[in-house]
């Protein structure tokens, strides 16, 4: 059983900051892209950033410039730091790992990371 394991979340204020963990000790880490998506009351779960094997970085247009995506393959952990903080990116925060292999791909995902921004 995989398990992503997210810390970090809470209550900021807005322009605040927050800094998300996500750890595993269940998958070669370095092989997978690893990923953070979020979930707003009454919205889709939607891609906030990746990183790939390779270091690559993707963002959503709506955090390019306020959030940074960073993975550490020795601490097998990935990071998302997101900076002035904005009561619309109030969600549950969630950790994602994929790669292919053998035709397939294979996906995982956290239990979700709650984050409130409001005065």
């Known amino acids: 059983q995989v398990q992503l394991v997210e810390s970090g979340g809470g209550l900021v204020q807005p322009g605040g900051s927050l800094r998300l963990s996500c750890t595993t000790s269940?998958?070669?880490?370095?092989?997978?892209?690893m990923g953070w998506y979020r979930q707003a009351p009454g919205r889709q779960r939607e891609l906030v950033a990746t990183?790939?094997?390779?270091?690559?970085?993707i963002y959503a247009d709506s955090v390019k410039g306020q959030f940074t995506v960073s993975r550490d393959n020795v601490r097998n952990t990935v990071y998302l730091e997101m900076n002035s903080l904005k009561p619309e990116d109030t969600a549950v925060y969630y950790c994602?790992?994929?790669?292919?292999?053998?035709?397939?791909?294979?996906?995982?995902w956290g239990q979700g990371t709650q984050v409130t921004v409001s005065p």
């Open positions: 994602y790992a994929s790669r292919a292999f053998l035709k397939r791909t294979l996906e995982y």
């Open positions: 269940d998958l070669i880490f370095a092989a997978y892209t």
């Open positions: 990183i790939t094997a390779g270091g690559m970085t």
